[in-house]
T-cell receptor
Framework: AQKVTQAQTEISVVEKEDVTLDCVYE???????LFWYKQPPSGELVFLIR??????QNEISGRYSWNFQKSTSSFNFTITASQVVDSAVYFCALSEGRSKLSFGAGTTVTVRA | NAGVTQTPKFRILKIGQSMTLQCTQDMNHNYMYWYRQDPGMGLKLIYY???????DKGEVPNGYNVSRSTTEDFPLRLELAAPSQTSVYFC???????????????FGEGSRLTVL
């Protein structure tokens, strides 16, 4: 059974538009971690954020913000005022013990100038 | 600041050949992992290790072998390469401290393998 679902395969926006990436996860553990990683066209994986299951506070980092809702098992990611450099594949991931991460299939974001 | 280093970055194999993807990390991390990423897909865990001498299977271990003789190194062996193993392979490491599970994975730059 898929543990992390990113229903949006591709999103295309014009620069300065906001874009929200959805992530829904499935776990029976009470303690777990959620992550977002960015994979730019160059191919490397860049860590963006980690959130533990006991901290439902939303977080903002510059133009990035994350909304964690345990009630709906979602951990959504919003890019505000998108820029061309935000074009990448974004992965949501779930860690259930021993740091093993299960990744979603990814959402490709294309920001057009 | 080397972090996680993978070699080679690119390799073309013929069906039935064998090879080893090398991975080394200099962060003294306990945990190491091998993932594969197929085109348009997320990452799937092949094998992982929680420390020297200990390895375990992930989601897609068939056709691969690993060993962990030192904390630093975690090579991935492909025996009898098949076209289905054409993929980009990522090695990663993370630390795990009792009571403070960071869980953040540090990834290598990836190794692109093509089996023809």
């Amino acid at each position: 059974a898929q543990k992390v679902t990113q229903a949006q395969t591709e999103i295309s926006v014009v620069e300065k538009e906001d874009v929200t990436l959805d992530c829904v996860y499935e776990t029976r553990d009470t303690t777990y971690y959620l992550f977002w990683y960015k994979q730019p066209p160059s191919g490397e994986l860049v860590f963006l954020i980690r959130r533990n299951s006991f901290d439902e506070q939303n977080e903002i980092s510059g133009r990035y913000s994350w909304n964690f809702q345990k009630s709906t098992s979602s951990f959504n990611f919003t890019i505000t005022a998108s820029q061309v450099v935000d074009s990448a594949v974004y992965f949501c991931a779930l860690s259930e013990g021993r740091s093993k991460l299960s990744f979603g299939a990814g959402t490709t974001v294309t920001v057009r100038a | 600041n080397a972090g996680v280093t993978q070699t080679p970055k690119f390799r073309i194999l013929k069906i039935g050949q064998s090879m080893t993807l090398q991975c080394t990390q200099d962060m003294n991390h306990n945990y190491m992992y091998w993932y594969r990423q197929d085109p348009g897909m997320g990452l799937k865990l092949i094998y992982y290790s929680v420390g020297a001498g200990i390895t375990d299977k992930g989601e897609v271990p068939n056709g691969y072998n690993v060993s962990r003789s030192t904390t630093e190194d975690f090579p991935l062996r492909l025996e009898l390469a098949a076209p289905s193993q054409t993929s980009v392979y990522f090695c990663a490491s993370s630390s795990y401290l009792q009571g403070t599970n960071t869980g953040e994975l540090f990834f290598g730059e990836g190794s692109r393998l093509t089996v023809l």
